[in-house]
């Protein structure tokens, strides 16, 4: 394709210092839900949530509450100890029975300091404890760390702990925004499904596991890259531009190195194995390898996470034509 340069040379790359993924959270205009039956401390906690931003519903008792649940939707619980009708324990038994609130982040408010009914607590699955009276800074402040751990937690991917797909738009979108020159490096694995249908996928997870390491490890030359997981064995970078291609570098060489070492030893001196195609056909196949597109808007303006995934896509599906692995970097203006 013409003004797309794919090459596979790799120089020695100097050792990086560190690596930040994207931690934009979103806790502002969150949905509290808080739930008192002393109307002056309602009154007083819900204004100091509204004044940080947040949206505030309120209830008056614990069945009040669990109606309110459910019919809102909260993005957190903030539950007093002792209410009538359902005490704060007895409404994070019920909603703790839904899944759908399994992970609905859980304070209890309250002024009994006793350990046994913290521990009961936990063992409710409760996230954390506010005491009567609470300072304004501490409240707002739990509750923001609340929502970014949990945010962070239902974000990322469960094998490899990388941010997941909000995180990847959320940072690709702030790039473009910034007006900064930037790229983003779309790596794939070359031959991964036949390796998981000969191997398992618990050789599998360990494939996946190597690659994301060695991932971050590369764009850790790069202060303040982003490293993502779509999902599967596709895996995302995000950096400065002048970044990438040494990133991609780094990557391959390692990839290369390092593949091997996931076969037995008959399929490693033969160096290929035998595994079933998508048409259920037994068929040769290669080592596993990387391909990667690198998009950038040095050449040309991008204006949409929309657009750069679909160059990256483009991109990497040529760089996947080569043997081994391989790096695509778009050249055209």
């Not at 204004?47 to 009040?64: K, P, R, Y």
């Amino acid at each position: 394709m013409p003004g797309i340069i794919c090459t596979a040379a790799v120089p020695p790359l100097a050792p990086a210092a560190y690596i930040s993924f994207n931690e934009k959270m979103s806790e502002h205009k969150a949905k509290i839900l808080l739930a008192d039956d002393n109307p002056s401390i309602r009154m007083l906690v819900s204004e100091i949530l509204t004044d940080a931003g947040f949206t505030v519903v309120t209830a008056e008792d614990g069945q009040d509450a669990l109606d309110k649940i459910y019919k809102e939707n909260p993005d957190l619980l903030i539950l007093d100890y002792e209410m009538p009708r359902k005490t704060g324990f007895e409404v994070v038994q019920e909603v703790r029975s839904h899944t759908g609130y399994l992970h609905t982040p859980i304070i209890i408010f309250t002024a009994v300091t006793d350990k046994g009914t913290k521990l009961e607590g936990l063992g409710l699955d409760i996230d954390d404890y506010l005491t009567k009276p609470a300072d304004a800074d501490e409240v707002v402040a739990r509750v923001k760390l609340l929502l970014k751990r949990n945010k962070q937690k239902m974000d990322c991917n469960p094998l490899t702990r990388l941010p997941g797909n909000p995180s990847i738009q959320a940072r690709i979108e702030q790039e473009i925004a910034s007006g900064r020159k930037f790229a983003v490096l779309y790596c794939d694995l070359n031959n991964f499904k036949a390796f998981n249908d000969k191997y398992g996928f618990g050789a599998g997870d360990k494939v996946l596991l190597s690659t994301a390491k060695l991932i971050v490890e590369a764009a850790q030359q790069a202060p303040a890259s982003f490293v993502g997981h779509v999902g599967g064995d596709d895996f995302i970078v995000v950096c400065a531009q002048d970044k990438a291609e040494p990133i991609a570098q780094q990557i391959v060489a390692a990839m290369t190195r390092m593949a091997p070492s996931f076969y037995n030893d008959t399929d490693r001196a033969q160096g290929f194995m035998i595994s079933v195609n998508r048409k259920g056909e037994q068929e040769k196949f290669n080592f596993l390898s990387i391909g990667i597109g690198i998009v950038h808007n040095t050449l040309r303006e991008l204006t949409s996470f929309a657009q750069v995934s679909s160059i990256g896509s483009e991109l990497k599906c040529l760089a996947k034509k080569h043997e081994g692995s391989y790096y695509a970097i778009d050249r055209r203006s």
